[in-house]
């Protein structure tokens, strides 16, 4: 490996400009890197946050001060009483922590076309400059991937633009990544046209807030769902000793119990008892304190302990979308899923066999891989980018859990493929080669922390510090393989590697401790909350506690290096 200095000067080209992107390149630069560029479509940064995407209505489920980075604190809100970022506040930070730290290291409207490993070394990046329509191709000796899995809308094809116009559908038709820019439209027609209504297609979170915002402007709404979300209520706010402790996180298990409780939890019979309750408690609570009636098909949501969708609504609003729903305002078609567009020009048939009128339909059917666009067959191949069929023994780990008692069935086509990201931040194929990684592809309920954790460990990483590392392509594709295994068994009824852009590992609920795996493969400090036996799960976590982390790596590297010498 070249000497330090000589690293720190090699360029290093990162992909996408949303939360990962932006603390990964700080980390970077505070790590002594020179030469770091980052790239984007988009004419602002912020990735999901960025201001052409965001509408009003659209909040995050983490409280103030949760998702931000230690290097600048979020500012609390100007209404008190508002507990949880909306777009604008996300926009703003995100714009502002660019504005601190990474002038003059964007480059903006430039979308990459195609990512391919160079002669001899480094990576070829052919990009098209969006404002003058000019193509080029540059060169960078490290990429950092963060193009995360919201800027690639999926449209199933029977309910895309085209199908609609083949079916003489009269009225508009779009995704909700784009439902910012058709928004005023859509007020404006619901103005002009009598009995004007929009069927929203989802029922995940951004389905929700669209609902609920076009439902307080008068406009009539219908949503159409198979599942909707999970959510936590509850009838007050949730005290930071257990909203942001390790509590939720203990009590959700994660591949390894590293400690008693743990262990008690989900491998005695007593703990697994215990553990079921608890979710149990919390699904019948939320369901009580957001008054959802016995038969509404909000009931027929994805499971808090088992699933990967939840919300957080808090108290809940009175204007907000299932109080919206309670009153009749918005109505539910569901169970059901949207099939084409039929009949009278202006009606969308459902699987039930419903036809459902609508001047507008709004589709919020998810997105795919970002990476699918950004890589030729053979370079995803080489790479080990691509999802595969599981590893012929894999299935050797099973995870018994007493906690894991009457699991859900496993979502179809969810045993037929995985990812090899090891760590979800480097193909396996890749791992000796310390030129290619990857941030954003890690699904947690606490970006900002995650984040900023794993563009610490990228950064070790490729200023080749003495890491916990697999030692061979063979050895990561092993590892990867045994927590691909570990998803399919803790969350069965996702179809995981639809998007592996965005799911490359997960550790929902039990962030904490995938981001001590993290920590302990750079060397630092674990579990540093802190807290005594008693007191450990229910001291706060928060972005403070890593704000000296490149320091402590800093010194780390400095004893590694006198005790070689």
């Not at 630069?29 to 980052?38: K, S, Y």
């Not at 960078?140 to 895309?160: A, K, M, N, Q």
């Amino acid at each position: 490996m070249a000497s330090l200095d000589a690293v720190r000067r090699q360029s290093v080209g990162i992909v996408g400009a949303g939360a990962a992107g932006l603390v990964t390149a700080h980390t970077l630069l505070q790590d002594g890197f020179e030469n770091v560029q980052l790239l984007t479509r988009d004419k602002s940064v912020g990735g999901v946050w960025e201001r052409q995407r965001i509408y009003p209505g659209v909040t995050i489920n983490n409280v103030y001060g949760e998702f931000c980075f230690s290097s600048l604190p979020m500012p609390p809100p100007q209404n008190p009483t508002q507990k949880r970022p909306g777009g604008e506040d996300m926009c703003a930070y995100m714009e502002k922590f660019a504005d601190t730290f990474l002038a003059g290291k964007i480059r903006f409207e430039t979308e990459v076309l195609n990512i391919r490993r160079a002669t001899g070394s480094g990576w070829e990046t052919e990009v098209q400059d969006l404002r003058k329509n000019v193509k080029q191709v540059l060169v960078y000796d490290r990429i950092v991937l963060c193009t995360g899995g919201c800027s690639e809308p999926f449209i199933p094809e029977s309910l895309s633009p085209d199908a609609a116009i083949k079916a003489s559908f009269r009225g508009l038709v779009c995704h909700s990544a784009e439902f910012a820019r058709h928004l005023d439209r859509i007020l404006e027609d619901h103005k002009a046209i009598p009995d004007y209504s929009v069927l929203v297609v989802g029922g995940g979170k951004s389905a929700q807030d669209m609902s609920a915002l076009l439902t307080r402007h008068g406009v009539k709404v219908t949503i159409v769902f198979e599942k909707t979300d999970a959510f936590l209520a509850y009838p007050i706010e949730l005290p930071a000793i257990l909203r942001r402790s390790r509590f939720l996180s203990i009590m959700a298990s994660h591949i390894e119990l590293r400690t008693r409780l743990e262990r008690f939890l989900h491998t005695t019979w007593l703990g697994g008892k215990i553990t079921r309750a608890f979710w149990d408690f919390l699904t019948w609570s939320s369901y009580k304190s957001l008054s959802i009636p016995q038969n509404s098909p909000l009931r027929n949501s994805h499971s808090l302990f088992w699933g990967i969708r939840t919300n957080e609504e808090g108290a809940g609003k009175k204007d907000g979308f299932y109080a919206l729903c309670n009153e009749g305002k918005i109505k539910l078609a569901a169970p059901a899923r949207a099939v084409k567009y039929v009949g009278d020009r202006e009606s969308v048939l459902l699987s039930n066999g419903m036809e459902i009128k609508a001047n507008a339909v709004i589709l919020a059917t998810g997105f795919g891989s970002s990476w699918t666009n950004l890589f030729a067959r053979e370079t995803a191949k080489e790479l080990g980018i691509g999802r595969h069929p599981p590893l012929a023994d894999a299935e050797e780990h099973v995870w018994d859990y007493t906690s894991f008692r009457d699991p859900p069935a496993p979502h179809p086509g969810s045993e037929e493929w995985v990812s090899s990201i090891y760590r979800g931040i480097v193909p396996a194929r890749n791992i000796t080669r310390r030129d290619f990684a990857i941030n954003g592809a890690y699904f947690t309920i606490n970006n900002g922390y995650t984040y900023e954790v794993i563009a610490h460990w990228i950064s070790s990483y490729f200023l080749g510090d003495r890491m916990r590392l697999p030692s061979s392509p063979e050895e990561a594709t092993k590892i990867a393989g045994r927590n691909a295994a570990w998803m399919r068994r803790r969350f069965p009824e996702m179809l995981l590697w639809v998007n592996e852009s965005y799911s490359s590992d997960l550790a929902f609920w039990s962030w904490p401790q995938a981001m001590d795996e993290l920590l302990e493969d750079m060397g630092v400090p674990i579990m540093r909350s802190g807290g005594n036996w008693l007191t450990w799960p229910f001291k706060i976590i928060t972005p403070a506690e890593i704000e000296n982390l490149g320091e402590e790596r800093r010194a780390q590297r400095e004893m590694d290096s006198e005790a070689i010498n």
